[in-house]
């Protein structure tokens, strides 16, 4: 494709969602960087009039981390794709496009962090929570090849994310115990993945961490209320139309939905 400023590949990404098609070629020059995509990110949100009601946070490939200077990324999650589980819970994915789903722990903010702070602690982060729940992300984009050219690409179209569904509220979560659970997520009755989020660097609580610390450098405000989706636990599981996905959380319950495709806006 021919060259095109980050607005432009803001535009194409915004219009493919509300046209709910799909492309194989990257609608631009690949972002050198996590601020690129970021940059891109930030003309995209400006051209999406629904309200921000949470933020995914993604785990950067190990291999990467060094050469992008960060272990985790994060993308805007609009209310309008924020739903509570229910018996006949889907989960939408752009069919000519990129489709996942993602076994996660749902952080709520309960208390705005101090505007003027930019970097905290785990502890500081801890305390601006007041729920956690079991869930699932549905990563989902018009580009099929979001995964495939790195974590600047997957930052550019709003960190790959097509939605969040709220399971059942963790107990006692205060204690992160529930980050030693064994988690597995099935698809049609078949294991795609285990694990614990124990396995992230510094557990979900640093992924709350990190997005305070990197909302904060780009002038974004969390809100009270905000949910937080802090990382795959099992892998990131492509998905397509009309599968349906359990994710077993042991004794904290199981969060399930039918793959269905996302429809024009």
């Known amino acids: 494709m021919t060259a095109a400023s980050p607005a432009a590949i803001a535009r194409a990404f915004v219009t493919a969602r509300q046209?709910?098609?799909g492309f194989s070629d990257y609608p631009g020059p690949i972002p050198p960087s996590l601020a690129d995509g970021y940059a891109i990110q930030a003309e995209a949100l400006a051209l999406v009039d629904a309200p921000v009601g949470g933020w995914k946070v993604g785990r950067v490939p190990a291999p990467l981390v060094e050469r992008f200077g960060a272990d985790r990324l994060a993308g805007p999650i609009f209310t309008p794709t924020i739903h509570a589980l229910t018996p006949d819970a889907t989960g939408l994915v752009f069919a000519q496009g990129f489709g996942a789903a993602e076994a996660e722990f749902l952080l709520r903010i309960g208390q705005a962090p101090d505007p003027t702070q930019t970097s905290f602690t785990l502890e500081e982060a801890a305390a601006l929570?007041?729920?956690?729940h079991i869930g699932l992300e549905i990563?989902?984009?018009?580009?099929?090849?979001?995964?495939?050219?790195?974590p600047a690409v997957?930052?550019?179209d709003f960190g790959n994310n097509n939605g969040l569904l709220i399971g059942a509220a963790v107990p006692d979560w205060q204690s992160l115990a529930f980050a030693e659970i064994d988690i597995s997520l099935s698809i049609d009755g078949v294991v795609a993945g285990t694990g614990r989020a124990v396995s992230f660097p510094d557990g979900p609580i640093g992924s709350v961490r990190f997005l305070l610390e990197n909302l904060a450098a780009r002038g974004i405000r969390l809100q009270p209320g905000a949910w937080i989706s802090t990382g795959a636990?099992?892998?990131v599981h492509e998905v397509r139309v009309g599968q349906t996905v359990v994710a077993d959380f042991g004794p904290l319950g199981t969060a399930h939905c039918v793959i269905r495709p996302q429809a024009a806006a």
């Open 139 to 150: 990563a989902s984009s018009p580009f099929t090849g979001i995964n495939e050219h790195g």
């Open 19 to 21: 046209q709910a098609t």
């Open 154 to 156: 997957t930052v550019s």
């Open 233 to 235: 636990v099992t892998g």
């Open 129 to 132: 929570v007041d729920a956690v």
